[in-house]
Every structure is written in structure tokens, then in C-alpha cells.
């Protein structure tokens, strides 16, 4: 506005329209019509003026929407659907609304209630104490610290939680799956299948914001029959004997730390061989680790395409994490994106989400998102059978 006001004061003074206009950068017809709008209203006339359309082509009749508003007064359970059957009876000259169109005038007139989805909360689950090697694996992050060259290293380690054997110590350069994935394929192959694994909520081992806090990594687990457990949120007790071998490997391979990410790993190779065949360990009446651990007899192996034979039909997951049926998409979550899973229905227009022996939650045939079920990774320990 300000602008305007400048380009017709130059104007009152004298100067030339051409060279006022080029001067702001406008064409002569702009100019002009600001200049009419000055001489007939006045200073109003360069005020910024609204933009709504006088009319809306499609805009539903507001006899329609009183009507819509009043059924949905009378009636509190009718949905979309019941009230546009009554508008089409009420009014058979004019063409119906959609049953889109029919829901859109109930949420703006604050009609329909929202539902809230059950946020998954991580609680942890139950922790096991088995007395032999390969029963149970800890995994985690030790905190991250920064190399000579200024770049943090995220060091993943993996122990055997009976023997306390160290399976790897791994200098990595960020918390990514796709870096996990890695690490634990080649222990896999390295020293066998372990029947479960402990870990924390965080990632890359579990995802706050997917199913029951279920991660990519997770799933793979899973599919190899691999068990989770996970420790309660701000219990890092729980996984103890882990951070008790943090605290030694801080001590003896990261202070000072190293000035680059090879290096630094040279100094994880070392202790990982002392910790493992050189340090008594009290715990274990001052044996080594190396004394104790033995590989497991599950060799690592791709895991066979799960079969669901009591559900209706096998679907795989898109890549954006949906269920495609016909036209329809269901959004799951995008950790099981690639991963068959099984539909059964289990009332009239019903359907549940399994995936291996674990049921996921429940669809019908208007929500567009699996509901969860009762959640199948907690106040238990998970086993699976070998693969």
C-alpha cells in the first residue's frame, strides 16, 4: 500500500505516467487503473482488496447445508451416507452431494468426532536370564564421540549376555539401519543365530512412531526367528552387563580418542581380543569369555517367505507400507514395506493383519489404516521357532 501511495503522489506532482510506471515497474494500464481507483475512492481505493471469488461454481446451496446440519442435530448416529439418502428423498430436484462433500459439511460444522489413535508407548518387554550361550544377545549404541578430524563415531557393540563374550565392537558413522543391517548380518554369519536379542527403545532397534515401536531391523529379526526383548525406557539397568562393558571399553580404547574412523576400529579389533581372551572376568569367576562362548548351532540362512494358511489371502506390503486390495490401500507401517503378510475375516467386513504368528490389528471396510490390536511384543518373552 505504501507503494501506491508513493507512485500517486508522483503523480499529483506532475510527473509523467510513463516514467512513474517505469520508474515501479509496472505497466501503464496498472498504473492507470491504481490512478482511477485514487480519484474515485480516495484513499481506499489503494488499500489491498479481498480476493474470495464472488461465487463458487460447485458451492453446495445453503438450504442443502441447513438440511445436512439439521439431520445430523437430529439424529447424532447417522453417518454421511444415511444423510445423503435423505437429502435425495428430500429434495429430488436437485442434484445430490457426494458422500464426501456430505462429511465435509458435518466436520466444519463440528459434527464429527475424531477419533484419536492409540500412540504406541514403549513399556518394554519381559526380560529373561538364560544360563548358556546363544540363548540371548545384547545390543547397543555406546554414546557417540568425536574423532581427531572433528566426525563423530557411533560405536555398535554385541555381546553374548550369558558368556559376556564381545561379538563386535564396530565403529560406524551414524545410527542407521542400513549400518546395523550390515554389522549384524556379518556376526550372523560370523557366529550363528542367537534365540533373542535385548535391546534398547531407540533406534535403529525399535521406531517410535511405527507399530508397537517395531523397527526395519526388527522385522528382519523376526524373520529369522530371531526373539526381542526390550528393556523399559530409562532403565538402562536392565541391560547391565552391556553398559558394564561400555564403561571398559570408554576407558581402554576411546580416551583419547583416535584421529580417524580406521584407526579408531584398530583400537576396537585390540580390545575386543583382549576383552574376550586376555581380561579375567569376575563375573564368571575370572574366566575369559573366549573359555565359555561357543557359535550357535543356527547357521544364518535367508529366511523362507512366510506361509498363512488359515487367513484368506497373502499380501505384500508397497513400499510405502500399504495393504493394496483391489483399489483399495490400507496404510500398515512402512517397516513391513516389502513383507508378506496374511488378512483373515474375522467379522462381516472385518479383516485382521497378521504377520508371522503375530496378529497386527484390525481393518473394516471404511478406515483407511490398520487399527492396533493388543500388542503381541509385550509383558512377554518372545520366541520363535527356528526358521
Not at 439424529?75 to 452431494?97: Q, Y
Not at 535403529?204 to 507399530?211: C, G, H, T
Not at 503381541?376 to 526358521?387: D, I
Request: glycine share 6%; aromatic share 12%; net charge positive.
Amino acid at each position: 500500500m505504501d507503494e501506491r501511495l508513493r507512485f500517486v503522489a508522483r503523480l499529483l506532482e506532475g510527473e509523467n505516467m510513463s516514467r512513474v510506471c517505469r520508474d515501479f515497474g509496472i505497466s501503464r494500464p496498472t498504473g492507470y487503473k491504481i490512478f482511477n481507483r485514487y480519484k474515485d475512492l480516495g484513499y481506499q481505493g489503494l488499500l489491498d482488496r479481498s480476493r474470495r471469488p464472488y461465487r463458487h461454481a460447485n458451492q453446495l446451496p445453503f438450504q442443502l447445508e441447513s438440511a445436512i446440519v439439521r439431520l445430523r442435530t437430529e439424529h447424532p448416529s447417522w453417518g454421511a451416507a444415511k444423510i445423503r439418502e435423505k437429502l435425495i428423498r428430500a429434495f429430488p430436484m436437485v442434484p445430490a452431494p457426494a458422500k464426501s462433500t456430505v462429511h465435509a459439511v458435518l466436520d466444519r460444522h463440528g459434527l464429527v468426532e475424531r477419533r484419536k489413535r492409540r500412540r504406541y508407548k514403549a513399556q518394554g518387554t519381559s526380560l529373561s536370564d538364560p544360563g548358556s550361550p546363544n540363548k540371548l544377545w545384547c545390543a547397543d549404541f555406546k554414546g557417540e564421540f568425536m574423532l581427531g578430524n572433528r566426525k563423530y563415531c557411533y560405536p555398535l557393540t554385541i555381546t553374548d549376555y550369558c558368556s559376556r563374550y564381545l561379538l563386535a565392537c564396530e565403529s560406524l558413522e551414524s545410527t542407521k539401519s542400513t549400518f546395523a543391517f550390515n554389522i549384524f548380518e556379518r556376526v550372523f554369519k560370523d557366529y550363528g543365530l542367537p534365540s533373542a536379542i535385548r535391546t534398547d527403545n531407540g533406534l535403529p532397534f525399535a521406531s517410535p512412531n511405527a507399530l508397537f515401536g517395531l523397527s526395519r531391523l526388527a522385522v528382519w529379526w523376526l524373520r529369522l526367528g530371531i526373539g526381542i526383548e526390550r528393556i523399559k525406557p530409562g532403565h538402562p539397568q536392565q541391560n547391565g552387563r552391556h553398559e558394564r562393558m561400555h564403561l571398559t571399553l570408554k576407558k581402554e580404547a576411546t580416551k583419547p580418542a583416535s584421529f580417524n574412523f580406521l584407526q579408531q576400529q584398530s583400537r576396537f579389533d585390540e580390545f575386543i581380543e583382549v576383552y574376550n581372551h586376555q581380561r579375567p572376568h569376575a563375573a564368571i569367576g575370572m574366566r575369559y569369555p573366549g573359555e565359555i562362548y561357543t557359535p550357535s548351532p543356527r547357521p544364518y540362512r535367508d529366511p523362507e517367505l512366510p506361509q498363512y494358511p488359515f487367513h484368506d489371502r497373502t499380501v505384500c506390503v508397497t513400499r510405502c507400507g500399504r495393504i493394496c486390495i483391489g483399489k483399495r490401500k490400507i496404510n500398515l507401517s512402512q517397516v513391513f514395506s516389502g513383507q508378506l503378510v496374511g488378512i483373515r475375516e474375522v467379522e462381516e467386513k472385518i479383516w485382521l493383519v497378521s504377520f508371522l504368528d503375530f496378529d497386527l490389528g484390525y481393518f473394516d471396510e471404511a478406515e483407511g489404516r490398520v487399527e492396533p490390536g493388543p500388542n503381541p511384543f509385550e509383558a512377554k518373552l518372545l520366541t520363535m521357532p527356528p526358521v
